[in-house]
């Protein structure tokens, strides 16, 4: 199957609806590349844009989109209740099928000289992080814009791309690479939220669970149930079937049972892939084998 | 996710591989027709074609093919091991995904029409088959392209589209639609053979079993096991997951256990998506939700 690289940049607009269909279109002007869905937020006053592609199609599209973001945007008058430190404020790739890690951090870097040489200084973060520090988007953005005078000036905030200097109007922009989550949520046949919440702690990482589970135990008062409701950060190697086994083994501790569970949100392919190899045990199957996938190729 | 149905026409040449591929080029010439695979087999003097698409553009890809086909290929001089009654043997339309049986149906029928308007009669079978003693495909080419001159006279097998009149150029053409089938092979730690027949005997239609599933028990002598081998013939109404649950239990039964399954050739992901649904037990979820599916809208 072709390779897909999906991209999902956040622009520090969501008020302004034409300015935003502006740079709708500068994704929509690269043949290949699909514009999934964007969507606007107006306390935030930012706007979230999703589209995938060929690696080097997503790259053009994403240099596009970011020169007419800068062209539009002036964050030295942009106010809202989102934190965000530039116009185009962060621009993750994601590595949805046939592209590696890094693979989809050379283009996460591509697209980072490209932008720092318009004089907007870039951070990389995540799988793209040149430093621990800079792993996570809530340390680098810490201060926010209005900080970013005296950041750029202290060495230990000197960008990975473009100069060390202040641009009032375009602010910084962060660009990176992570794996795409998983949103899993498991309801329980109990009114016991205390069982949800032993259950999270059993499965999430910072309890001594699995490395790529967050997760937290809440009531479902309507259905007179509780979930346990998880981010899968990384399903290849924790993946679906294993926490969903392992929190069924837990909740029969209790003798509850799990009613049901739900995915929200995007799902990549290769996710069920795995579901389908654990629970029926077949362990050649590929999915170049499903009929519809082929029409991807 | 857009309309996809697929057809696998075969037809009565397997040795001239240029003729073979000057049809092949029919369904290349149509946009949006994709060609998954074509093969030949020299014993049978018979070529299989696989493409998708579109419901009229696949009905346009299979019009050009049978021109070609009828303009190449000769059945009075044809010869071959393989059961046949016409040039164009049969054309099978598939309903993979956002087509019903009807609609498919009717494609099938505007081939059929299509096709005795070109002067070869035409009968239509499996779920488009106008009398039950043409539903199946074996019933029907009884006695092959010889037995035609006299079939065709007799009211009992008055063509369902053309004229009752002998064509020894062509033969007759089969058209009709069918469900996608799924090949599943469950492969069992034992040697006993016995296990797989009894196995095979207690899912399969013939001898009580699910209405949809063929099966046989097999020994497979190289990995030390045996293998319960089948096809879903129907996996919306005997799913993949109700099939693993039942040969599990069954082999239980005997203290034995599944060392592994197989998914043999395609599968339409629908029936991956009941498998997640099933064992997940998450009732909401929608292929939409998939990444790479959107790629297919």
Redesign the interface.
């Known amino acids: ?1 072709r390779e ?1 690289l ?1 991209c999902e940049p956040n622009i520090s607009e969501g008020r302004n609806l034409d300015l935003v269909e502006q740079v709708a279109n500068q994704v929509r002007s690269v043949p290949g590349v ?1 514009l ?1 869905d964007y969507s606007s937020d107006p306390d935030h006053n930012r706007s979230v844009f999703t589209y ?1 592609g060929a690696a080097e199609d997503v790259l053009e599209a994403t240099q596009r989109l970011a020169v007419k973001t800068f062209e539009l945007i002036d964050m030295s008058v942009q106010q809202g209740s989102h934190p965000r430190q530039g116009a185009l404020d962060v621009a993750p790739f994601i590595p ?2 046939g592209i590696d890690s890094a693979a989809a951090v050379a283009i996460a870097r591509r697209l980072g000289q490209f932008v720092g040489g318009l004089g907007v200084p870039v951070y990389y973060y995540e799988e793209a992080a040149t430093r621990p520090e800079r792993k996570s988007l809530p340390d680098i953005r810490k201060g926010e814009y209005e900080a970013l005078p005296v950041k750029l000036a202290d060495p230990a905030w000197a960008p990975d791309e473009g100069q060390a200097v202040f641009n009032p109007r375009s602010g910084v922009m962060v660009t990176g690479v992570r794996f ?1 989550l998983v949103a899993f949520n498991i309801n329980l046949h109990t009114t016991e939220v205390e069982i949800a919440e032993k259950i999270a702690k059993a499965v999430r990482h910072i309890s001594g669970g699995y490395r790529f589970v967050r997760a937290i135990g809440l009531p479902l008062p309507d259905k007179g149930m509780v979930q346990v409701s998880m981010n899968l950060l990384n399903y290849t190697k924790t993946p ?2 294993r926490v ?1 086994e392992t929190v069924r083994s837990e909740a029969a501790c209790y003798g509850v049972a ?6 929200v ?5 290769g996710a ?1 892939e795995q ?2 190899k654990f ?7 590929s999915l170049e ?9």
Chains 1, 2 share one sequence.
């Open positions: 199957m897909i999906l699909k999934l995938l949805v099928r795409p679906i079937s969903l799990i009613a049901g569970t739900e995915l949100g995007p799902v990549p392919l069920l579901v389908v629970y029926l045990q077949v362990h050649d199957f084998q499903v009929i519809e996938v082929a029409l991807l190729d």
